[in-house]
């Protein structure tokens, strides 16, 4: 019964490869986003969704694409990997409530790009 | 702009009390956060604040929020060696009818025993 469950939790690959993360939330909340930390556990924001339409793209290159299918999906696609796009990656949703931006994430999928 | 900024790290003893302190630039905030993050899972949200208000308490957790110096602190009463963690502190912004959290870059706590 996890409320927002992503796979995998670890992704290691070579440099020039392809490869996705996907995400779920059974919460039943509008809108999901992509989040980045890097190794000094910084967080960015990637992406987010709403019902399914893009909102916010952070100036991510254009190697990273989400895709929505509905609104309880998010995935992430990543192009062409480079050594740079090593990271955790945390998807999270939210249904914002007279703007309480409440986020509920995933345990992360850590990305090691050799 | 949108900042958030924190200091990297706090240790203190088992029982005393933790504070934790942010200073953030969004004037607009409607809601503070703060965020737990334990090592190799991802963030919880421990509490938050209404930016109308200047106090919160839950259990241990004390939220303060100075409006006016846009400063935000979290003070962890009888602190345990289980609340060693990485905590965030996070402002709302919105654009449009969707909104995001913008992430300080995470207080360290480390509790001896």
């Known amino acids: 019964d996890t409320a927002v469950s992503q796979t995998p939790k670890y992704l290691v690959t070579q440099m020039g490869n392809d490869k996705s993360i996907k995400c779920e939330q059974n919460l039943g909340h509008d809108t999901m986003y992509w989040y980045k930390q890097d190794s000094k556990k910084f967080l960015k924001i990637m992406f987010s969704y709403n019902n399914k339409e893009l909102i916010i793209n952070e100036t991510v290159p254009n190697r990273f694409s989400p895709k929505s299918p509905d609104k309880a999906h998010l995935n992430l696609h990543i192009n062409s990997l480079e050594l740079g796009d090593s990271a955790v990656y945390f998807c999270a949703s939210s249904q914002a409530s007279g703007g309480n931006e409440k986020l509920f994430f995933g345990s992360g999928t850590q990305l090691s790009v050799l | 702009g949108e900042d958030v900024e924190q200091s990297l790290f706090l240790s203190v003893r088992e029982g005393d009390s933790s504070v934790i302190n942010c200073t953030y630039t969004?004037?607009?905030?409607?809601?503070l956060y703060w965020y737990k993050q334990e090592p190799g899972a991802g963030l919880q949200l421990l509490t938050y604040i209404f930016s109308n208000m200047d106090m919160k308490q839950d259990q241990r957790l004390t939220v303060l929020l100075n409006k006016k110096d846009k400063h935000l602190s979290l003070r962890i009463a009888d602190t345990q060696t289980g609340d060693s963690a990485i905590y965030f502190c996070a402002e709302s912004t919105r654009s449009g009818n969707t909104g995001k959290l913008i992430f300080g870059q995470g207080t360290t706590l480390q509790v001896k025993p």
């Open positions: 969004d004037s607009s905030s409607t809601y």
